[in-house]
Every structure is written in C-alpha cells, then in structure tokens.
C-alpha cells in the first residue's frame, strides 16, 4: 500500500498504473486546495495513481488530505521568488527534491496550478522524464509566466480569458475548472439555502449575487469596491 511520507513510500512492483504528481505551494486551505483535491477525487485509479507533493509546513494542507486516496509527500519548499542568490539554490534543491519523490513513487506525469511550477516543471522534466502539465487559472500574470508557458507539454487554460492572454499556443486548450460540490439531495440543499437565508437575514425570493474567495490583494478586491462606492 502507499504510504503517506516520501521517505517511506513503498510501491508495490506490479502497480503499473501511472504515478501523477501534483504540487501545491499554498500554505493554507484556499479555492486552488480545494480544486486540487477535487481532481484528485475524480482522478481514474484504475490507471493512475496520485501523489501530492506539499510543504512540510503546510500540516492543515496535509491534514486535508489526510482521509484521500493519494499519497502525500512533504518537501522543503522555499519562496522561489525572493531577490538573492540564493533564490538559484533553492530551486535547484526544490527540483532535487521533487526528482527524489518521483523515483520514490515512480512518477510520470507532473501536474500543477502553481506558478512556481512554470519554472520547475522544465528542470524536473529535464532531470526525471517526466511528462509536465501546467494548468493556468490566473489572469493578470507577468511577461515571464507568458514565456515560460510554451514550455509544458500541456497547458489547459480554466477559461478563454486565460486561453487569450497567453497567446492561445498549440499545448494550450480551454478545459473550465468545474466548482467543487457537496453531494447533496434536493431537498438538503433547499434547507441549507433556508437555513443560510435566515440566519443572513435575506428574503426568500430575493436574488443572491455573490462569490467566495480568499481576500488577497492581487486579486483585485480593492478595485472592486472602489467601483462599488462609485455606484
């Protein structure tokens, strides 16, 4: 059976599905956790097996995915993007360190939404062969993001915003990242909205307009407000 810990793992010889590997970066539970875990869920375990390669300080991450049929292997990942020299090291040990749990899980797909893996995807398909999918699901991203993204050898885009903005390359294609769901009846989910309506104090037949996010600067929330306040 397949441990939790890299160190540990111990894949059986006769397991010949494909090992994929993801990777996180988030440090706390977010919407890109969450629609991790729900690829994860739907992935086909007749012929693949997940991996999820996660800072070791990220122990709420990892607690999440405790009860998921998916192996979990905590790697010492530093901020890639700091301005040093040593930034170069870093990477090179993040690499190394991935390449360790791709032969330890035997690893042949490398599958990530993280920016960070723009720059590590190449280096590690490099080093251990593996095939490198990067999914983009961010608008707004610099020039270097742009160049590196004709690197994978597939980048499915969450939207056709996304497809335009980096150039609508042949590895690219517009796959939409479906909203993650409670498997929920009809009428469970009739007195969640009533219950959730009446705490909020919001009528019956008023219509609800609303997202979930978490609140960081990049994503533009101040400049939503602003236009709300001039309204």
């Given at each position: 059976m397949l441990t939790k810990e890299s160190g540990s793992s111990n894949v059986f010889a006769d397991d010949r599905r494909i090992?994929?590997?993801y990777l996180t970066s988030a440090p706390f539970l977010g919407g890109a956790v969450y629609g991790l875990r729900s690829i994860a869920r739907h992935l086909d375990r007749t012929r693949f097996r997940p991996v999820l390669a996660l800072p070791e300080e990220a122990r709420e991450v990892a607690e999440f995915f405790r009860d998921e049929d998916i192996?979990?292997?905590p790697i010492r990942s530093p901020r890639l993007a700091r301005r040093s020299p040593a930034a170069l090291v870093d990477l090179v040990r993040?690499?190394?360190e991935l390449a360790r749990v791709c032969r330890a899980h035997r690893v042949r797909i490398f599958h990530s939404t993280s920016p960070r893996a723009?720059?590590?995807g190449?280096?590690?398909r490099a080093r251990t062969g593996v095939k490198f999918v990067w999914q983009i699901a961010m608008l707004g991203q610099p020039r270097w993001a742009h160049y590196l993204a004709r690197f994978p050898d597939r980048?499915?885009?969450v939207s056709r915003a996304v497809y335009e903005e980096f150039g609508c390359r042949p590895n690219m294609q517009v796959v939409y990242n479906g909203p993650w769901t409670e498997l929920l009846t009809d009428a469970e989910w009739n007195d969640r909205r009533g219950a959730l309506r009446a705490e909020l104090g919001i009528a019956e037949d008023a219509l609800v307009v609303g997202g979930m996010a978490n609140l960081q600067y990049w994503k533009g929330v101040k400049d939503r407000y602003a236009e709300l306040d001039k309204q």
């Open positions: 090992g994929v590997l192996a979990l292997a993040t690499v190394g723009a720059v590590l190449p280096l590690l980048a499915p885009c």
